[in-house]
T-cell receptor, first 112, second 116 residues
Framework: EAQVTQNPRYLITVTGKKLTVTCSQNMNHEYMSWYRQDPGLGLRQIYYSMNVEVTDKGDVPEGYKVSRKEKRNFPLILESPSPNQTSLYFCASSLTTGEKLFFGSGTQLSVL | AQTVTQSQPEMSVQEAETVTLSCTYDTSENNYYLFWYKQPPSRQMILVIR??????QNATENRFSVNFQKAAKSFSLKISDSQLGDTAMYFC?????????????FGKGTKLSVKP
């Protein structure tokens, strides 16, 4: 089944404790991206990747890191999480830019 | 910078009736994509409809259709014969037409409630 697998679904952590949210797709998609969703603000793009070893900043990249060492994986890293990063996070992929996005199930992150 | 505006934070409609959700955007690009995504309470993101800016014909998908006005930078979504399962947040989005850019800009969303 074609899918984007995102883990974990829920995560509670404390300020400053490094964490990684994993994202993997099995559709051989070139394009992958990360979004955060906050009430009243919609979805905002954090980082995106056009292909392996090619990443670029979206609208809200501060406090986040990504890597694309393999085509299927695109982890989101928060090296020192802060409470303002409490949010719902989505990973998504598509064949190329402009095509239908396939979304993961989301990760609800709470930073205390 | 590109922006996407959804001016209706919340809307409601009676079952079986028609509703139109508005979306305007601002861009200097000539080639781009526009999307409507639906997010039901399950929070899953589902593509409703996709429009390529170079195509003049409005996209349709069953009960969902768009009114794409390129000069006015408007991209409204019409839902006909509304069903209870259409209750969801709806997001309008603008995307680059391939090339070296991968930006996808979402609006803030419209919460649609379909009432029995």
């Amino acid at each position: 089944e074609a899918q984007v697998t995102q883990n974990p679904r829920y995560l509670i952590t404390v300020t400053g404790k490094k964490l990684t949210v994993t994202c993997s797709q099995n559709m051989n998609h070139e394009y992958m991206s990360w979004y955060r969703q906050d009430p009243g603000l919609g979805l905002r793009q954090i980082y995106y990747s056009m292909n392996v070893e090619v990443t670029d900043k979206g609208d809200v990249p501060e406090g986040y890191k990504v890597s694309r060492k393999e085509k299927r994986n695109f982890p989101l890293i928060l090296e020192s999480p802060s409470p303002n990063q409490t949010s719902l996070y989505f990973c998504a992929s598509s064949l190329t830019t402009g095509e239908k996005l396939f979304f993961g199930s989301g990760t609800q992150l709470s930073v205390l | 910078a590109q922006t996407v505006t959804q001016s209706q934070p919340e809307m409601s409609v009676q079952e079986a009736e028609t509703v139109t959700l508005s979306c305007t955007y601002d861009t200097s690009e000539n080639n781009y994509y526009l999307f409507w995504y639906k997010q039901p309470p399950s929070r899953q993101m589902i593509l409703v409809i996709r429009q390529e800016a170079y195509k003049q014909q409005n996209a349709t998908e069953n009960r969902f259709s768009v009114n794409f006005q390129k000069a006015a930078k408007s991209f409204s979504l019409k839902i006909s014969d509304s069903q209870l399962g259409d209750t969801a947040m709806y997001f309008c989005a603008w995307g680059d037409y391939g090339g070296s850019q991968g930006n996808l800009i979402f609006g803030k969303g419209t919460k649609l409630s379909v009432k029995p």
